[in-house]
């Protein structure tokens, strides 16, 4: 069973929508739960981390995720994507370490 | 400045083979990890380390070797390289092997012929 779901393989949205990436994860424990973003021939860069606490979890360049147990759940939203926001997003388990297949994000301009 | 470096940064290999894959860190990690991509994949784990001179296996340890001969330093060897190598391998650094925030090279792009 695929410990870390990405269940759309590529996304495509106008300059200024928002977004919501989906992520599904399998854990029966407090699953530690990251995002990462990678740029065409880079390597991958932390976007968010989430560990506990508080579900909405804040990252960097405006994107935020809300993690929910009872969904099992670790969604990426974004409130106004922007052009260079285009780029493949992880989703990534790592109490022993899973990556979804990402999803392809393309903003169009 | 790069934290995690690999080298080379991409690589044409015959089938049969040696290649041997190398990462560079300054982040001062105990954890170091060696990764493939395939097209349109996530990242699988090959091989990890915790400590110098220790190696652990990753999801998919079959083919492959690996080597921390230092802190800083680990190695990707495959003996004998085939056709299904051909990927994008990245090498991460973590100070913590299950809550650490992993930081990533760049990638080396393989094609074995």
């Known amino acids: 069973a695929q410990s870390v779901t990405q269940p759309d393989a590529r996304v495509t949205v106008s300059e200024g929508a928002s977004l919501q990436l989906r992520c599904k994860y399998s854990?029966?424990?407090?699953?530690?739960l990251f995002w990462y973003v990678q740029y065409p021939r880079q390597g991958l860069q932390l976007l968010l981390k989430?560990?506990?606490?508080?579900?909405v979890v804040q990252g960097v360049n405006g994107f935020e995720a809300e993690f929910s147990k009872s969904n099992s759940s670790f969604h990426l939203r974004k409130a106004s994507v922007h052009w260079s926001d285009s780029a493949v997003y992880f989703c990534?388990?790592?109490?022993?370490?899973?990556f979804g297949d990402g999803t392809q994000l393309v903003v169009k301009p | 400045e790069a934290a995690v470096t690999q080298s080379p940064r991409s690589k044409v290999a015959v089938t049969g083979g040696k290649v041997t894959l190398s990462c560079h860190q300054t982040?001062?990690?105990?954890?170091m990890y060696w990764y493939r991509q395939d097209t349109g994949h996530g990242l699988r784990l090959i091989h990890y380390?915790?400590?110098?001179?220790?190696?652990e296996k990753g999801d998919i340890p079959d083919g492959y070797k690996a080597s921390r001969p230092s802190q800083e330093n680990f190695s990707l060897i495959l003996e004998l390289a085939s056709l299904s190598q051909t990927a994008v391998y990245f090498c991460?650094?973590?100070?913590?092997?299950?809550?650490?925030?992993?930081?990533f090279g760049p990638g080396t792009r393989l094609l074995v012929l």
């Open positions: 982040n001062n990690h105990d954890y």
């Open positions: 991460a650094s973590s100070d913590e092997l299950g809550d650490g925030t992993q930081y």
């Open positions: 380390s915790y400590v110098a001179d220790s190696t």
């Open positions: 989430y560990y506990s606490g508080d579900p």
């Open positions: 854990y029966s424990g407090t699953p530690y």
């Open positions: 990534v388990r790592n109490n022993r370490i899973f």
